[in-house]
């Protein structure tokens, strides 16, 4: 609104409200701030500021922007504002109340925030610098004693956000060993885990892991302590029970790590540097809590990751339990129903044999040539489809083989043949059919399960194929393996759909049309028979199915 561009010029940044809490305004230096604003509401949730209210169950009153619209007077506060990366900044927020609007101003104050923080901190440490010289006449020993207590916190800091920030195990503590070992000048430091009354050691730092024993035990005197919650402290020649000696004596810190009321493990830090450890033994038993808290949080994580794990092994093994009971239910169904149709057509297909037969012996009384050519030529025609009928009858029956249950030794090239002869109809003066059929032997299969897959795939190339076109199939064998190539020259899959076509469910055909579970069941099948199955295809000039199987 340009009776705001008044504001523009403001080094601060200026957002303007009006009594229906819309933004109708914000200059430069808010836009340039707060990048990411995107609400009013959103961005007051990030906002917060010193403030003790007696309602706490309204979430608004901790917003210092809330009480900014709601105050009927001019309002000021000091406010922290969390970024979306998890900064955190300070302003000074001024609203002003203007007719219908409310001109809210931020002052950045970040950094003389955390100089005010320096400055009350080091105000506290002069405190204590001034206590320490009452109580101690050796200032240097106190000053030395401080920086060096300083820097022991900052690397417990350190080693605190470490864990915090990880849930991977070995990481948390091999950043834990690390920070240890320097803070005590340990040549070795590693965490045990604690099984049946021994320590199994998991992660070491500062020798290789390939050194490490499987586990190991405690003398009766530690055991106790480390039982007690208590810190370990000694000077030992041996590192644990059965070890092999140290030339000198080594300086032995055990911490023991807890959960509720269960020994976790311990970690241990090897010195040859012997000390006090008086300061340090809370600082130790603080990072013993911290640990335990992370071992256990990480330990969780991985468990809800292995579950995750077999619940995915679980629903991949019932999706292909589920292709399998489709695929037997529907076989059977195909067997009672080719059973009854064999049935139902054996017994006109009889009576048509058995009167061709009379025909045949009646021709021969008959004087009349030209009826009799005529009789002879329809008995002929008849015979040719009684043979045909019959052929198509046994081809379903071998085709579907329930009571082949048992691998036999089997002619692929035969099957092939059997295959196309049931899907004639789908390749009768369209399809061009080229066999490139090779020399190959016997194999062991299940041969109804092969030429299920053989007639899904067939019939997939014939409905790619839009008008005329051709499938070439190619049979081979090497001392391993025997080869089946199915190529067609129809539309083609789409490259980013290649690796989806052999999953459950997945289908290019449409709503309605296709079930998705064609190729999925050829995939399971061609697996049952120790093989593969590939896709080689391009759109617009054809597919090729490469099945391989071994011998």
């Known amino acids: 609104m340009k009776k705001f561009d008044f504001f523009r010029q403001f080094r601060d940044a200026v957002i303007i409200i009006n009594k229906k809490n819309e933004v109708v305004f914000r200059n430069h230096t808010f836009k340039r701030w707060f990048k990411n604003f995107d609400n009013l509401k959103k961005f ?42 998890n900064q955190i900044f300070y302003y000074d927020l001024q609203a002003i109340k203007k007719g219908n609007y409310t001109i ?56 605190s956000n470490n864990i915090r920030e990880s849930i991977d195990l070995s990481q948390i503590l091999q950043s834990a060993l690390k920070e240890l070992s320097i803070m005590f000048n340990a040549f070795k430091a590693y965490y045990a885990k604690f099984e049946k009354e021994s320590y199994i050691i998991q ?33 030992t020649l041996t590192e644990y029970m059965s070890a092999k000696a140290f030339k000198q004596p080594v300086f032995r810190v055990i911490i023991p790590v807890h959960h509720l009321q269960n020994l976790m493990g311990v970690i241990v830090l090897l010195s040859y540097r012997t000390r ?24 969780l994580y991985n468990k809800n990751v292995q579950t995750v794990k077999e619940l995915k092994s679980t629903l991949k093994e019932l999706k292909e339990t589920q292709i399998q009971l489709i695929n037997s239910e529907k076989m059977a169904s195909l067997g009672q129903l080719v059973a ?39 008995n002929e025609i008849d015979k040719e489809a009684v043979n045909r009928i019959s052929n198509i009858v046994t081809s379903l029956k071998k085709y579907v083989r329930l009571d082949e249950a048992e691998l036999q030794e089997t002619d692929i090239n035969k099957e092939l043949d059997l295959t196309l002869e049931l899907i004639r ?50 049979t081979d064998f090497n001392t391993e393996k025997l080869f089946v190539k199915i190529k067609d020259t129809g539309k083609g ?59």
């Open 104 to 159: 809210i101003f931020f002052t950045d104050v970040s950094a003389q925030n955390s100089l005010e923080n320096i400055y009350k901190q080091n105000d506290n440490l002069r405190k204590q610098i001034e206590i320490l010289k009452e109580e101690n006449e050796d200032l240097q020993k106190i000053k030395q004693k401080a920086q060096s207590q300083a820097v022991r916190i900052a690397l417990i800091n350190k080693v």
């Open 203 to 235: 992660e070491v730092f500062g020798e290789k892991k390939s050194k490490m024993p499987l586990n190991i035990k405690f003398d009766t005197q530690t055991s106790e302590t480390i039982a007690r919650r208590e810190i370990s402290v000694s000077n």
């Open 44 to 85: 007051s949730h990030n906002t917060n500021f010193d403030i003790c209210p007696l309602d706490s169950e309204n979430v608004e009153i901790y917003s210092p922007i809330y009480h900014a619209l709601i105050s009927k007077e001019d309002f000021f506060a000091r406010i922290s504002f969390q970024s979306e990366l």
């Open 276 to 299: 006090d450890l008086n300061e340090e033994l809370e600082i130790l038993e603080a990072i013993s809590t911290q640990l335990s808290n992370a071992i256990t949080r990480a330990e």
């Open 340 to 378: 009854g149709v064999a049935h139902e057509i054996n017994t006109p297909v009889a009576s048509i044999k058995s009167n061709n037969a009379i025909v045949s012996k009646l021709l021969s009384s008959i004087s009349d040539e030209e009826l009799k050519g005529m009789l002879s030529d329809i």
């Open 425 to 474: 109809h789908e390749t009768k003066n369209r399809i061009e059919i080229i066999k490139n059929y090779g020399e190959i032997p016997l194999i062991k299969c299940y041969p109804n399960l092969l030429n299920q897959a053989f007639t899904n795939i067939l019939v997939n190339a014939c409905q790619a194929i839009e008008g005329k076109g051709t499938i070439t199939i190619t």
């Open 493 to 551: 899959i789409p490259k980013k759909l290649q690796n989806k076509i052999f999953s459950a469910g997945f289908t290019t055909k449409g709503i309605g049309v296709g079930t998705g579970l064609g190729l999925a069941i050829c995939s399971k099948i061609i697996e049952k028979h120790k093989g593969e199955i590939i896709v080689n295809s391009e759109e617009n000039v054809g597919s090729e199915f490469i099945i391989t199987i071994r011998r």
